[in-house]
């Protein structure tokens, strides 16, 4: 195997796999907009990331690279994030401004989804050590493949706008622009199939 292959993650790597998230989404504009704090953070991350994109273990959709040093938890169709574990998140851990404004950007986030069945991108992160490397660009050819390959959408929002164009190169179009009040901008991103 090297570096750059993916596979799905079991269960059991369920805590390594969201280590690698955090720490890749340490410096993440929205994420940080909602824990500013550092300890608030580290306290919160690993919860969001398991309501967020956790079903991705059980459904398929959990795809680490490397030894853990990058994650990808992805939901296939018809896989939803845990909206009561991420709403009684929100309420209990973010901060205040981010509260005031977070519920709008999610309504419009919410509307930007496709109606079609398609993958659902939640989270993506390389470790830092591991950035630059192609690690985010093989996590992302592993299911643009199985999209392809079976006629789906893949859809995404990017909340660091640095990632817009690996997002692009990857066949990801932007679709609209999500922000609302201190919030920063999120860009939501919807793949089309490419023919065989």
């Known amino acids: 195997m090297t570096m750059t292959t993916v596979r799905n993650a079991t269960p059991a790597e369920e805590a390594a796999a ?11 504009p929205a994420t940080r907009w909602t824990w500013p704090n550092a300890q608030d953070y580290l306290d919160a991350f690993p919860r969001f990331a398991k309501a967020f994109g956790g079903a991705g273990f059980a ?17 296939p ?16 851990t973010a901060s205040p401004q981010s509260m005031s404004d977070g519920m709008e950007v999610m309504r419009q986030m919410e509307s930007h989804h496709p109606g079609d069945p398609h993958w659902y991108l939640p989270l993506i992160g390389i470790d ?7 690690l985010g660009g093989a996590l992302l050819a592993h ?13 995404l929002e990017s909340s660091n706008l640095r990632n817009v164009p690996l997002y692009q190169r990857h066949g990801f179009e932007i679709t609209g622009e999500i922000q609302y009040g201190s919030s920063p901008t999120i860009v939501p ?6 023919r065989r």
């Open 143 to 155: 299911v643009a493949d199985i999209c392809d390959r079976d006629g789906v959408l893949a859809y």
């Open 128 to 134: 830092p050590k591991h950035q630059g490397k192609g």
């Open 59 to 75: 459904e398929g959709g959990a795809h680490i690279v490397g030894d853990h040093a990058g994650t990808a938890l992805w939901l």
């Open 189 to 194: 991103m919807l793949r089309t199939p490419r």
């Open 77 to 92: 169709p018809g896989v939803e994030p845990d909206g009561a574990a991420l709403g009684d998140l929100m309420r209990t």
């Open 18 to 28: 969201i280590a690698t998230l955090t720490l890749a989404f340490s410096t993440d």
